[in-house]
C-alpha cells in the first residue's frame, strides 16, 4: 500500500468510519430496544416491527443533531486551527473536511429520516385498523394474547376512522410533517448548480434549520407513546407484570389485571396488572449541546460584524473585478485566510465568502471581487466602479465583515516545499501567500520553513490572466530585484481561448523578455500541465521532503490532483517526497 493513501486517506476514513459505525451501532441498539424488549412487547402486537423501524432511526437522528452545527462554526475552527502545533498537522487537514462532514451528516439525517417517516405511516394504519383487542384479533386471527387498553396510544378523539386527520391532529404529526419538508427544501436547495446560480435560494432556504430545530425539539412533547412500566426488564420479577406469561392466561382480565392461583395453600398473584406511561421527549436534550455552541458563535460573528470597517481604496481591474482595500480596528489575518462580507445597502442578511488577497504584512486588507451576479453587481455599483467619478469616504456603502477564518492555505508555511496550484479564479487565496512570502524573504529578523514554492496557475482564457498578472508581475519582479527569483518556480497555463492570430503574435515575441500575454517573465504554456512529469520531478528533486500541495478550483482537478499525490508519495523510499493533499473549502 502506497504511504500516500496512508497520509492523504487514511485519517479521513477513520474519522468517517467511526462516524458511520457509531449510527450504526445506535440503530441496532434502538431498533432491539423496541423490537426485543417486554417493555413495548403490547405495543408490538399493535404495530408489529414497524415500531422498530420507526423509533430505530431516532437515535442516529438524535446523534447527527448534536454534530450537524458543529461543521458550520467557523469561528471554533478557526481557534482549533490556530492552536500553535496543538493539533497536529493531520487533525488540521482534517478540519478543512468540515463542509464534506457537514454534508455527510445531512444525507444521514435524511436517510435516518426517510425510514422513521414511512415506518410511522404503517404505524398509523395499523392503529387505526385495531384500536380495540376485538378489532386487533379480528385483523390478526393467530393473535391470541391479551392486551391492556392502556397500552393503545392515546390518539385524538374523532381521529381514529381517518389516517390523514390523525397525521395532522397530532403535535407529533404536524411537527414530522413540518420538519420533513424543512429537510427537504434544505437538502435540494444545497445542490451545487443551485449554489452558484441561485445563491440567494440557497442562502434562504438554509434558514429553514430553525424551524427543522423548533419542530424537532417539540415533537415529542405530546408523549403519545405507551411504555410498560412494570416489565421485567425494568423492576424485580416479584412485582413484574410478564407479558409473555400474562398474555396468554386465558382467565387474565386486562381491565382489572390480576389473575391468582393456589399454590401449596397459598394464593399467589401471578400477574399484577400492567401499567404503562408515556415515554418523555429527549430530543431536546440532544441538540443543546450543540445549539449552545452555535449560539455563541452567532453572538461572536454579531459582535463582531459591528466593528466600523474603513473602504480606503477601490481598484478597477481588467475583466470586470474590483479590489477593495479596507481597514479595521483589531483586524488580523494570516495569509490564505477568507472572510465574509455583508453589505446592508445590498442584502441586509447575505453573507459572501472572500479570499483575503492582501498580505499580513500590509497596513491593510483586501479583497478581489469578480462582478458576476446581482450581488456582485449592485455592490459595484454603489463603489463607483465604472462610473469614471471619484466619490467621497461618506458616500461609499458600509460594510461589515465577520472574520477571518481559517483555510487550509495557511499551512503551506509549515512544509519545507510548496506546490500552490490554482485553476481560473481560484488562485486567489495564493494571491497573500505569495506576497507574504516575499515579505518573510525580505524580512531578515523574519523565520521561513518554506524553502521552495512551485506556482501553477491555470486558466480557460486569455482574459482570465488580466485582473491578478499585475500582482504577480509586481512579486515577481520584487523577487527578481532582491535576488530570490529561484525560490518561486512559476508556470502559467492557457488551456483554451487563444485565436490563431493570437498564436502567431505569441511566436513573433518568443524571444522577449515577459510573456505576451500575461506580462511575466514566466513564459505561457498552452494547454494542461503534464501532472505525473511535474509529481515525479519534484519528488526526485526533493527527496525525503514534505510537499504540502494546495489547490483551489473545479472538483475534477481536484481529485486528479489528489489521486497524483497518493501515487507519488512512495513508502520508506528516502529518495522520493511525500506529498500532503489540501484543498480549499468554502
Not at 413540518?178 to 434558514?207: D, K
Request: aromatic residues 14%; proline residues 6%; charged residues 20%.
Amino acid at each position: 500500500m502506497a504511504s500516500g493513501w496512508v497520509i492523504n486517506e487514511l485519517p479521513k476514513w477513520i474519522i468517517f468510519g467511526a462516524w458511520f459505525l457509531i449510527n450504526i451501532a445506535l440503530f441496532i441498539f434502538q431498533f432491539n430496544l423496541f423490537q426485543a424488549t417486554d417493555r413495548y412487547f403490547y405495543m408490538r402486537i399493535r404495530t408489529r416491527e414497524a415500531l422498530a423501524f420507526a423509533r430505530g432511526p431516532s437515535l442516529p437522528i438524535n446523534f447527527n443533531i448534536i454534530l450537524i452545527l458543529l461543521p458550520v462554526c467557523r469561528n471554533l475552527i478557526s481557534f482549533i486551527r490556530g492552536t500553535g502545533t496543538c493539533p497536529p498537522r493531520t487533525i488540521k487537514r482534517l478540519l478543512d473536511k468540515n463542509l464534506t462532514f457537514h454534508k455527510a451528516i445531512a444525507w444521514m439525517l435524511v436517510a435516518s429520516s426517510a425510514m422513521h417517516v414511512i415506518a410511522h405511516y404503517y404505524n398509523y394504519e395499523r392503529l387505526l385498523a385495531a384500536p380495540d383487542l376485538v378489532s386487533l384479533q379480528t385483523r390478526y386471527p393467530e393473535e391470541t394474547r391479551q392486551v391492556p387498553n392502556l397500552a393503545q396510544p392515546s390518539l385524538p378523539s374523532g381521529a381514529q376512522a381517518d389516517p390523514i386527520t390523525i397525521c395532522f391532529a397530532t403535535a407529533a404529526g404536524i411537527t414530522g410533517h413540518v420538519i420533513t419538508v424543512a429537510l427537504f427544501l434544505m437538502i435540494t436547495s444545497s445542490f451545487e448548480f443551485i449554489r452558484r446560480s441561485y445563491f440567494e435560494v440557497f442562502w434562504y432556504t438554509h434558514q429553514l434549520f430553525i424551524v427543522f430545530l423548533l419542530g424537532l425539539a417539540f415533537h415529542q412533547f405530546e408523549r403519545l407513546l405507551p411504555v410498560q412500566s412494570n416489565s421485567p426488564d425494568r423492576v424485580a420479577d416479584s412485582v413484574a407484570h410478564d407479558p409473555e406469561l400474562c398474555g396468554i392466561l386465558r382467565d387474565y382480565n386486562p381491565i382489572n389485571g390480576r389473575v391468582n392461583q393456589t399454590i401449596d395453600g397459598s394464593t399467589v398473584q401471578v400477574c399484577p396488572e400492567a401499567t404503562f406511561s408515556p415515554a418523555p421527549p429527549c430530543a431536546w436534550k440532544f441538540m443543546l449541546g450543540g445549539l449552545i455552541i452555535y449560539v455563541i458563535e452567532r453572538i461572536v460573528r454579531f459582535v463582531r460584524s459591528l466593528r466600523q470597517v474603513v473602504i480606503v481604496k477601490i481598484v478597477e481591474h481588467p475583466s470586470k473585478t474590483i479590489e477593495i482595500q479596507m481597514k479595521s480596528k483589531g483586524f488580523f489575518a494570516e495569509a490564505g485566510q477568507y472572510v465574509f462580507i455583508n453589505v446592508p445597502s445590498v442584502a441586509f442578511f447575505e453573507w459572501h465568502p472572500f479570499t483575503l488577497t492582501s498580505a499580513p504584512e500590509e497596513d491593510y486588507f483586501s479583497v478581489h471581487i469578480r462582478i458576476v451576479g446581482d450581488w456582485t453587481e449592485e455592490v459595484a455599483r454603489q463603489l463607483g466602479a465604472g462610473q469614471g467619478e471619484f466619490q467621497q469616504t461618506w458616500e461609499l456603502p458600509r460594510i461589515s465583515i465577520d472574520g477571518p477564518f481559517g483555510t487550509a492555505s495557511e499551512d503551506v508555511f509549515h512544509h519545507e516545499v510548496g506546490l500552490l496550484v490554482g485553476a481560473g479564479i481560484g488562485v486567489t487565496p495564493f494571491a497573500s501567500i505569495l506576497k507574504s512570502i516575499f515579505y518573510k524573504l525580505t524580512n531578515k529578523n523574519a523565520q521561513l520553513k518554506l524553502k521552495k514554492v512551485y506556482f501553477y496557475w491555470i486558466c480557460p482564457e486569455p482574459s482570465a490572466f488580466e485582473w491578478f498578472a499585475d500582482l504577480m508581475i509586481s512579486v515577481e519582479k520584487q523577487m527578481a530585484e532582491q535576488g530570490i527569483s529561484d525560490f518561486l518556480d512559476m508556470h502559467i497555463y492557457l488551456t483554451r481561448g487563444w485565436r490563431d492570430n493570437q498564436a502567431f503574435a505569441i511566436m513573433l515575441r518568443e524571444g522577449d523578455e515577459t510573456d505576451a500575454i500575461t506580462g511575466l517573465r514566466a513564459k505561457t504554456h498552452f494547454g494542461r500541465p503534464e501532472w505525473p512529469k511535474i509529481f515525479d520531478s519534484i519528488s526526485l528533486a526533493h527527496a525525503n521532503k514534505h510537499v504540502g500541495v494546495f489547490f483551489c478550483g473545479p472538483p475534477v482537478l481536484s481529485h486528479n490532483l489528489h489521486a497524483f499525490c497518493n501515487e507519488y508519495t512512495a513508502q520508506n523510499d528516502a529518495t522520493r517526497a511525500r506529498f500532503y493533499y489540501n484543498k480549499e473549502n468554502f
